[in-house]
């Protein structure tokens, strides 16, 4: 637990001076003036008093044990001071130092003695190269910078967590003009110890807390990242991601900034999109996330209704609904005739509703009409336009006093300046009904709560995946070549094509029960893709077979002179829609299952889904139903429809093969996997099995490897 970090009854600040500019000097202010309600030591064998306080030589010396140091020291006297603390019994230490990880092979040794003195003193590290932290609730104000210059910061029901220490603070004081307050802060730093996922499952359990804000540059457990991600939905604390270092330039700019080292982003945005988190782009959707998330009212479904007295206004929140995946609801009759009784006969009761601008001279109709549409049943949330009249403030307190009743949400888009509406718009925040400068910062919000709740409900009618095939063995002494890959997946129930194996010296049999034309293919684990050697003969009718195989032979003996050629597969060609099929294991998030277009088109389209494994058959169609190209085997333009259960059980079948053996297996490529018409079945025709042991990092976007 991290109680005592946030919470601590006496704080040492080691390396504490009178200059306020340096990091010792500045914390021993902030938390000398500040209002911190425990006991602070400053240690410094070159002062006997700083600011009025008695300075202590070192930790040894201290009249009573401190729960937290703050070390701001040179970076070289680091790890013998934190092996200090753990002799004195403090418990926590968060470095400012730089001077590690972050700056490459110079600060590599120091880094390791770091980590080392942490491993013997027992203390739990906060950094280094960090700017310290903030818990408002105690107004411990432990650390340094701008950030640390301000008593006067709001609370708020938000922690932030962040891998840049002034970056964070930028947002902060940003989100702290828009009316967004904030009960603690963190900056992780190199995270040589304490990771912002210790930080992320600590905030999830702490009640004051509804959201949980991430500045992400990189992380290297995957797994624990998806494990709190669900754990985000069984407590409703959504958790939003900022996760920068996305691109190459990106990536590099991350690692030299605080050693984090960053996998493909669509590891990370799959993990996203399986549990609790909203994905941020900019400042202002950490913004708006806060206003939303502050109180725990959810949605039913993604049905909209637009409330507006512009019809301008609503066309572009349609606009942006459709957008953003959200649905205009259709109101019940019943709801139109009640609302044609208010409203003017030139008023628009389709959705977006248009009230008009003369209904809004009228403000008891207004709101009639307003609570009307929140009622109707076929509404899941509504996003209204605010009162544009001279009596706002009266519909205002009116909206405030109803939002307890209030069975959804209502999230407001001002149609006003924020100047225009600063008398009421607060008292609507602090009702749980938001408010919005801009139409489309509205929607962005409406789709962050949809997308929450979706997942809530879809959590709690969970049931575990149903396993749809026993365990196989896997000897991992073995190489597979695609004889021996195909065998194994067989094992999994996995259908292939009929096909006679032909050893490179064998002779052909007299009789081949296989129906021509067929596919010819060499036969060796040195070779994953056939095609780029000439390993790989289509259609061939029998009679040119035998000089086929010779003809083979000599090209990729000649291509791939370092292959071992085992034999050639002679195989039958089953007929249909071509996918790809594979599956990997990342090292940090687990095994995950792709699928896509399949053939030539596979790089080409890289129409791609990916989820992590293992899952069951339902669950193989939602992953196969997010596709683009989902619809060409639906029957599209008259052709016949594919066998989509084959296909799913099929792709479920992958998933439990890869869970099983994700600790000897790196890939799994099956491309194509040829996908016949209804009830004729899914063969994967090419099969590729790699071992762990052979030392490849697999790329989640298309399924190969890259050595």
Known sequence: MLDRLFSPRAIAVIGASPEPRRPGGHALIALKDYGFDGEVFPINPRYAEINGMRCYPSVQDLPRLCDLALVAVPSADVPAVIEACGRAGIRFAIVFSAGFSEIGEAGADLQASLEAAIRTSGVRVVGPNCVGILNLGRRMFAGFGAGFRNPHWRGGPVAMISQSGGFSYSIAAFCQEQGIGMDCMVSTGNETDLTALDFIEYFLEQDPIRLVAVYLEGLKDGRRLRALGKRALEVGKPIAVWKVGNTESGRKAAVSHTANLTEDYDYYRDAFREGGFIELREVYDLIDAAKVFRFSRRTAGRRVAVVTTSGGAGVLISDRCEESGLELAELTPATKNELAQLVPSFASLAN????????????PKFSQATELVVSDPNVDLVILRSYPGRDAQIWAANLVASAPALSKPVLISLSGTPKDAHAWASSLDEAGIACYEAPSRAVTAAAMLCQFSERERRLRTATAPVRNVPQQPLDARIRFDEVRAKQFLEGYG??????????????????????????????????AHKTEVGGVQLRIEQAALSRTLRQMHAEVSSRAPQAQLTGFLLEEMPQ??????GALVNPAFGPIVVLGMGGTQAEIYRDVARRYAPFGVDEARDLLLSLRSARLLEGYRGAPPADIPALCELVSRVSWLIADH?????????????????????????AVIRLAAEGEVASPSSGRTQS
């Open 662 to 686: 994700q600790n000897a297996i790196s890939e799994i490529e099956m491309n194509p996997v040829l996908v016949g018409s209804l009830g004729r079945g899914v063969y994967a025709v090419d």
């Open 576 to 581: 249909g829609v071509e996918m790809l099929l």
């Open 494 to 527: 996995i259908r292939t094509p009929r096909r006679l194996f032909v050893p490179i010296q064998g002779e052909l049999p007299a009789r081949i029960e296989l129906q021509f034309p067929i596919a010819v293919k060499i036969v060796s684990a040195d070779i």
């Open 352 to 363: 977006p509703v248009d009230l008009t601008a003369a209904l809004a001279q009228t403000e």
